[in-house]
């Protein structure tokens, strides 16, 4: 098998992306990029130069029908909703001819590794009262993190050399319980937890499926209205408060960040391959 390059796997992503966008529309579910695929949009009318994925949101409840509906010649989506083997809390578009993918944070038990995806994550409910606002995205955080100790220590990193399979060793036996374990039970928590709050009964959204910052906050407005932006030799949809939302989980999002800091992220982890 050959090893994919960045520019490959921005390709079969894009074409990923342009299949769910026309999935989207002929069903209308209502999706916007998020994230660096946002921020790429808005700054280069495309990926990020050194960015190696694409993300999207899809509110709670049209994120359920999407799981349940999707259909595509030569994808499929994984989502706990639709399998049981599944072991993160959003879904993933993932393409299952061209490419295959070995990956040290392994999310969904299967015999053979799938290729390429994009991210789908669900927007849910959070509470308007920032102290109840903290204190749950506190308790999600620690769902999450329960659930990717055990998927970390399931994973294969020889790909990835003999410092990383020493290290995965080593923590296999220093976590005999996090190892053997299964984390499904501790994804349902997470999955119960997420949406614990029926959406639409407050005026703040959140992406909890991989919570990393607290302040990924949207004020449900920003998310409803919508429109249509270049991102590379296509359109899709972004929200049209894409201004308030970059500024508040980037700052002065226009502005390059220090060459130290311009990598990819899967690439990091995960090894792509042309079947």
């Known amino acids: 098998m050959k090893e994919m390059c960045l520019a490959d796997l921005q390709s079969v992503s894009l074409d990923i992306l342009r299949d769910v966008h026309a999935f989207c529309v002929g069903h209308d579910i209502p999706y916007t990029l998020a994230y660096g695929s946002l921020l790429g949009a808005i700054r280069h009318d495309g990926f990020i130069p050194w960015d190696d994925d694409v993300d999207i949101f899809i509110p709670r409840p049209e994120y359920d029908r999407f799981c349940r509906t999707f259909r595509a010649e030569g994808l499929e989506c994984v989502s706990s909703l639709t399998h049981p083997d599944c072991l993160i809390a959003f879904a993933r578009v ?10 040290r944070y ?23 009262d920032p102290a109840a606002y903290s204190e749950r995205y506190k308790k999600i955080q620690g769902l999450y993190k329960q659930v990717f100790r055990r998927r970390k220590l399931k994973g294969d990193a020889r790909p990835f050399g003999t410092v990383r399979v020493l290290k995965q060793f080593l923590h296999r036996i220093q976590h005999p319980g996090w190892f053997l374990g ?18 639409g009964s ?7 499926g991989c919570p990393d910052n607290e302040k990924d906050c949207f ?3 920003w998310m409803t209205d919508r429109i249509l932006h270049r991102f590379g030799d296509g359109e899709f949809y972004i929200p049209a408060a894409y201004d308030e939302i970059l500024k508040d989980m980037f700052g002065d999002y226009m502005q390059l960040p220090p060459p130290e800091l311009r990598l990819p992220l899967q690439l990091d982890h995960i090894k792509f391959y042309w079947r």
């Open 219 to 221: 004020r449900m407005e």
């Open 202 to 208: 407050t005026s703040l959204v959140s992406q909890l």
């Open 94 to 103: 993932r393409d299952t001819r061209r490419t295959l993918a070995v990956n």
């Open 106 to 128: 392994p999310w969904v038990f299967e015999r053979e590794n799938r290729g390429c995806w994009i991210d789908v994550f669900p927007l849910d409910a959070m509470p308007d």
């Open 182 to 199: 299964d984390p499904r039970p501790h994804l349902r928590k997470l999955e119960a937890e997420m949406v614990r709050i029926p959406y």
